[in-house]
């Protein structure tokens, strides 16, 4: 089925047609703001370009060429390996014990941790109001850290490590208490000697969650803590020097999300930070993506060829495999001594005569061999005699009278007179055979 076939002007136009659409999405594309990513939980994700996201912190130190990557996978030593600094920031889901563990010994060997252990479950599940509060530990009949479902609302396992007071909104609001100052006139109070602060004058927050007085527990109990941000609700911006490394802790995330890295000097704290943090522990700078519900999985046919080789069916899989090359080299290679290439002789024009003669008897086309001999013979007899092969019989068989003799030219004229009735194999071999001598005789003059 052959394609239908356009004129030239119909395949101008559609070449044209083309172009433009091709140019009108790719300016689409150039000009329409990107689309919006989040999620129903307000999480600072560095996939998110909402306001509550973190992906222009993510991009702005990619664009100043520091070594930004995700962590997507459980922290442990082999995914931690080659970071230099982690950001944390309001992990959805919670970090297990031993990702504690291994997290403390990490920064204890010199590396950063940057983290925001606020509860974006319960602060989101609050505000939409989908969700009791969380019960407080005075409340609970379980021993701390066992309840379940304190965890679960909590989102984290950071509230074993610091203090966090989220509940400053709450007393602003209610009545008899102290009063509590405006938001526009918190004020900010940076510590100026702390390489942080550096050229910064005011930083702006989203929310009244803030350390206690006493900020550090657990492990980090006995740590002196330095408090680079203040304001006149309490402390904001902790710095923590754990073994040979430091723990950089915010109680709002704020100011790293996409709505809060604009205002103020948010911005550039980030980039002290980051410029700090990189002189103690250089390496990548990663995002834990991991503990807000964006794990790393491989491709499907990956995911079930790992699964495969680390069950009980990798000894059945290698063995499959072994079997698999052994075929494949007992295919390939020949066992035993070379044999040499067998060479087919060289056809004869014999052969090619006889296998004619045969496909002309069992066909029965002994008139059609006549013909073909004769006019072959014809044709030989012109070019011997100097004729042209038009020569009509007349003149070709006075020719061969004049140089073969008049017994020849009887011969030849004998063979001329079979096309025209009916001979048998054996005439006309006798035929060919007298066509042949008389050729040879003007060939060879003998």
């Known amino acids: 089925m052959s394609l239908p076939e356009l004129p030239r002007t119909d395949r101008l136009l559609w070449c044209i047609v083309l172009v433009t659409a091709a140019l009108v999405a790719l300016l689409a594309w150039l000009l329409m703001p990107p689309e919006k990513t989040g999620s129903v939980v307000q999480q600072p994700s560095t996939f998110f370009n909402v306001g509550y996201g973190a992906k222009a912190a993510y991009l702005v130190l990619d664009r100043l060429e520091y070594p930004v990557g995700r962590l997507r996978r459980p922290i442990a030593h082999e995914t931690l390996n080659g970071i230099g600094c982690l950001f944390i920031l309001k992990p959805l889901l919670g970090l297990q014990d031993f990702e504690m563990t291994e997290l403390a010994a990490w920064v204890r060997q010199g590396h950063a941790l940057v983290v925001v252990p606020g509860w974006s479950t319960l602060e989101t599940f609050r505000a939409e109001g989908q969700a009791k509060p969380a019960p407080k530990e005075s409340e609970c009949d379980k021993p701390s850290g066992a309840c379940s479902e304190c965890k679960k609302q909590r989102g984290d396992d950071f509230e074993a490590w610091f203090n966090v007071d989220d509940e400053a909104a709450s007393r602003r609001k209610t009545p008899g208490t102290a009063a509590q100052p405006d938001r526009s006139d918190l004020g900010t109070q940076v510590d100026a000697g702390e390489p942080i602060c550096a050229g910064i004058r005011r930083l702006t927050t989203g929310g009244d969650c803030r350390f206690a007085k006493s900020p550090l527990k657990g492990p980090l109990a006995k740590l002196p803590a330095k408090a680079f941000w203040k304001d006149k609700l309490g402390t904001i911006g902790l710095r923590v020097k754990l073994g040979d490394g430091a723990i950089i802790a915010l109680a709002d995330a704020y100011p790293l ?32 993506e991991y503990h807000h519900g964006f794990a790393g999985r491989d491709w499907s046919a990956l995911a079930m060829t790992k699964l495969m080789l680390a069950g009980p069916w990798r000894w059945a899989a290698a063995q499959a495999v072994l079997v698999g090359m052994l075929a494949l080299y007992a295919g390939a290679v020949r066992f035993g001594s070379p044999r040499d290439v067998a060479r087919k002789p060289r056809r004869q024009q014999r052969e090619f005569a006889e296998a004619a003669g045969r496909l002309l008897d069992e066909a029965g086309a002994i008139s059609l061999a006549i013909e073909t001999l004769n006019r072959y013979y014809r044709d030989r007899l012109c070019r011997a005699l100097h004729l042209e092969p038009e020569t009509d019989n007349a003149r070709l068989r006075q020719a061969v009278r004049d140089r073969a003799g008049e017994d020849t030219a009887a011969l030849f004229e004998q063979a001329q007179g079979t096309q025209s009735r009916a001979v048998g194999r054996q005439q006309m071999l006798t035929i060919a055979q007298k066509l042949h001598r008389v050729a040879e005789t003007l060939d060879h003059g003998s």
């Open 257 to 288: 999300t996409n709505l809060g890295i604009g205002d103020a000097d948010n911005g550039l704290l980030l980039g002290n930070i980051v410029r700090e943090l990189s002189h103690l522990s250089p390496g990548e700078i990663s995002f834990d």
